[in-house]
């Protein structure tokens, strides 16, 4: 009755919610849309994990992904410092 309702399960929205969080991290520039996009991404791929009934599996990932973005978000906090520190540094030499 509904062909496209077929089209809507588990599997197929992980699938997209993961595409969108790939493409997001791929084409957006700014470090904390990239992060957002990343969990996008975890989302999608503990979803796509569970519709695949791996259910331990997706449990350990959901409790190694919130570490991972803290991890991520910490990297970025000191690559902006580094870069940061260096701009300053290349403007006091040039002055």
Request: glycine share 6%.
């Amino acid at each position: 009755m509904f062909p496209l309702l077929e089209l809507v399960s588990l599997t197929t929205v992980s699938a997209a919610v993961m595409l969108i969080g790939a493409i997001g991290i791929i084409l957006l520039p700014k470090p904390v849309d990239k992060v957002i996009m990343f969990a996008l991404l975890q989302g999608g791929f503990i979803g796509t994990i569970a519709a695949a009934k791996y259910l331990d599996v997706a449990m350990a990932a959901a409790v190694f992904d919130p570490i991972s973005t803290v991890i991520l978000l910490i990297a970025i906090i000191k690559i902006n410092e580094v870069r940061e520190r260096k701009k300053s540094q290349e403007d006091g030499n040039l002055a």
